[in-house]
């Protein structure tokens, strides 16, 4: 299978890092003394001569991911995942600069991998943007660390124990409690980066987005730290339910809202009208905010999956039905280039100070984009 090839002006570097913070135990494994992370950097390369094109994910991550994710008629093991390679060159130098690159971080929907969002964040590296994907260790599904060390999930093993609506929330405020900890562990040291990133990146202009619980990661990290100047949230719901339309057990973004700008992406029918989480945290923010409607998706259509997963029904006989029932009926081409334009529009306009004004209203150019009044 192939992403998309990122359409910016630079070729785009990849390095994964692994990251300490030994301020804090491990969360979810109390015996060990500190929290590990492994972050995944793309960012506009150099001279890419010599340094191959990264693999999507991780030899060692793939058997996990392959059997938490269920995918409407997708056998396990007939996907060999760790063959997709990303567009980015392992290892390359960082290309020249004149004055401080603005910094996006990623965080993936539960049980997902950073690298499923490989597509976005190499798309924005080849626009100049440093793009930190992060690995929430114990969540995912596994996450490969220098040496070939796999840490896998705990968090079924939670959801298994959870065995009441009480546990279930406050299982929630745990899992947002140590992302948004995480988030801020990533913030901490993005200028001691290692690969000459930490030189590049401008600590005054971070922002972040994120699939699912990442979008609400990212939400909830921006209300919790100034560092964050936007956020944008990719179909998550931003309070402690299960349930899309459940109003109670809000989260403080959602009753504070924020001051800075924010941007809700979500599937017909997912808006600041019929999410209740999304309506508070739209009533109470006085930033800049935009909702948008990407018709025709699905969840996961805010991932790789939404270029993958044709590929696999080509090969596999899928059923149109069960292809929608993952990455819903809009066009693949069209998604990816409604998605990159709007998420590089956002950051660009609140990171970069550029206004394309793609985002003040309808455009003839993504029809597939609904503006959310």
């Known amino acids: 299978m192939t992403l998309p090839a990122p359409t910016g002006p630079h070729p785009v570097g990849a390095v994964s890092l692994r990251l300490v ?25 150099g001279d890419t001569g010599g340094h191959p094109r990264a693999p999507q994910m991780a030899a060692g991550e793939t058997a996990a991911f392959d059997a938490f994710k269920d995918l409407a008629g997708v056998p ?31 965080s993936p929907g539960a049980l997902d991998p950073r690298t499923l969002g490989t597509n976005l964040c ?22 490969e660390f220098p040496g070939g060390r796999v840490e896998r999930t705990v968090l079924v093993e939670e959801f298994d124990k959870a065995d009441t609506a009480q546990k279930v929330v406050a299982l929630l405020r745990r899992v947002m409690a140590i992302r948004v900890a995480d988030t801020r562990s990533v913030l901490d040291r993005l200028t001691t980066l290692g690969h000459g990133l930490g030189q590049a990146v401008d600590p005054c202009a971070v922002g972040m987005f994120g699939h699912s ?48 700008p924010f941007l809700l992406m979500g599937i017909e029918g997912d808006d600041h009208h019929t999410l209740p989480s999304w309506e508070q945290t739209w009533n109470h923010s006085t930033g800049w905010r935009g909702d948008l409607t990407l018709t025709g998706s699905a969840h996961a259509s805010f991932t790789d999956l939404g270029s993958l997963l044709p590929q696999m029904a080509r090969q596999l006989d899928l059923t149109p039905e069960e292809v929608a029932a ?20 956002f950051f660009d306009r609140h990171l970069r100070g550029r206004d394309s004004h793609l985002l003040d209203g309808p455009s003839a150019r993504y029809p597939e984009i609904r503006f959310v009044a």
Do not use: C, I
């Open 21 to 45: 913070d030994r301020s804090r135990p491990d969360p979810w494994v109390p015996a060990r003394p500190y929290r590990e992370l492994m972050v995944g950097v793309r960012y506009p390369a």
């Open 76 to 106: 396990k093991q007939t996907v060999d995942w760790a063959s997709t390679l990303s567009h980015a060159h392992q290892g390359a130098p960082l290309a020249p600069y004149d004055r401080r690159r603005p910094v996006v971080l990623y």
């Open 122 to 143: 190499d798309q924005l590296a080849s626009h100049g943007y440093v793009v930190v994907a992060l690995d929430h260790t114990y969540e995912a599904p596994a996450v």
């Open 213 to 260: 619980a990442g979008g609400f990661t990212a939400a909830q990290a921006a209300h919790d730290d100034r560092r964050l100047k936007a956020a944008l949230n990719m179909d998550g719901v931003l309070g402690y339910t299960q349930e899309d339309d459940d109003p109670s057990n809000p989260s403080t973004v959602g009753t504070d809202g924020l001051n800075r």
């Open 326 to 345: 993952t990455v819903g009926t809009v066009d693949p081409d069209r998604s990816v280039a409604a998605q990159r334009a709007y998420v590089r529009a």
